[in-house]
């Protein structure tokens, strides 16, 4: 009669080792999920697109939420990603490696333009200036990094906005009237959606004077592997200087500017 083959038990700290693993994998896949989406995740959609089964996905997902990665829309039923998951993005932005990359494309930027160049991400409901070279030009407007600007009357915020959906664009603003800044800034929808209709044919976004008095701001997108834009390079400097040269002099070198920051990071990642 054959030997029975006994049954092999793995160690308990293997079997610990690879449980922990599999968790792990669970939630850099709902934290990928959450971070890629343009808008708040429905427990159904996260369970749908990652096909974990709901009690895991609940599970997983309150515990980012007590952690702090990630938090229920005003409603509760949503979920997005949380200040400090944004943050954590923004650091991995600013890796010596890649930021250098970034700064070098900028620097030649401002050499061809001859004004102060801002790198720009969305944060939450607002414009973050990540980076910034300056130029040497005697008038020019100074922004500390970090600083973080509205939507609706700056060029990066319009070209965010651009590329939401109406819906989205109402979640992120509130209610109209928009606070005003000068005498230029759009305050309501019904304005602010023809302009964002005319950027997105455009392909650039225009700030003239909209939210600093005398200061012109010009941004285009730079585009992400998904053909979205998770960030914007602007060029910023005083109407009487800017309005001395065309609109062309500036978007070209700005979209070549974006281009070859879009390439170092496909490098990077590959």
């Known amino acids: 009669m054959p030997q029975k083959l006994s049954r092999i038990t793995p160690p308990t700290e293997i079997s610990d080792e690879s449980a922990k693993s599999s968790m792990a994998e669970k939630v850099l896949l709902i934290l990928e999920t959450i971070a890629q989406s343009?808008?708040?995740?429905?427990?159904?959609?996260?369970?749908?697109?990652?096909?974990l089964a709901k009690p895991t996905a609940f599970r997983l997902l309150n515990t980012l939420v007590t952690?702090?990665?990630?938090?229920?829309?005003?409603?509760?039923?949503?979920?997005?990603?949380?200040?400090?998951?944004?943050?954590?993005g923004i650091n991995i932005l600013s890796v010596d490696s890649i930021r250098s990359q970034r700064v070098a494309v900028m620097k030649h930027l401002v050499e061809e333009i001859g004004e102060t160049c801002n790198f720009n991400i969305l944060d939450g409901n607002?414009?973050?200036?990540?980076?910034?070279?300056?130029?040497?030009?005697?008038?020019?407007?100074?922004v500390d990094l970090g600083m973080r600007v509205p939507l609706h009357c700056t060029a990066s915020g319009k070209l965010f906005l651009s590329g939401m959906t109406e819906l989205q664009v109402k979640r992120s603003l509130g209610n109209e009237p928009f606070e005003r800044y000068t005498d230029r800034?759009?305050?309501?929808?019904?304005?602010?959606?023809?302009?964002?209709?005319?950027?997105?044919t455009d392909g650039y976004a225009l700030d003239e004077s909209a939210f600093l008095e005398g200061f012109i701001g010009i941004a285009v997108p730079v585009i992400n592997s998904k053909n979205k834009t998770f960030a914007t390079i602007t060029a910023h400097g005083p109407a009487s200087r800017m309005q001395e040269k065309s609109i062309d002099f500036y978007v070209a070198p700005l979209i070549k500017a974006a281009q070859d920051i879009q390439s170092s990071l496909s490098e990077t990642s590959n």
């Open 126 to 142: 607002r414009v973050m200036y990540l980076d910034r070279v300056e130029t040497s030009a005697p008038i020019r407007l100074h």
């Open 67 to 88: 952690q702090g990665f990630i938090e229920r829309d005003p409603n509760g039923r949503r979920f997005q990603p949380s200040a400090k998951l944004r943050i954590l």
């Open 38 to 51: 343009e808008f708040p995740l429905t427990l159904e959609a996260i369970s749908t697109g990652t096909g």
């Open 185 to 200: 800034t759009i305050t309501d929808y019904k304005r602010l959606l023809l302009e964002l209709e005319k950027i997105r």
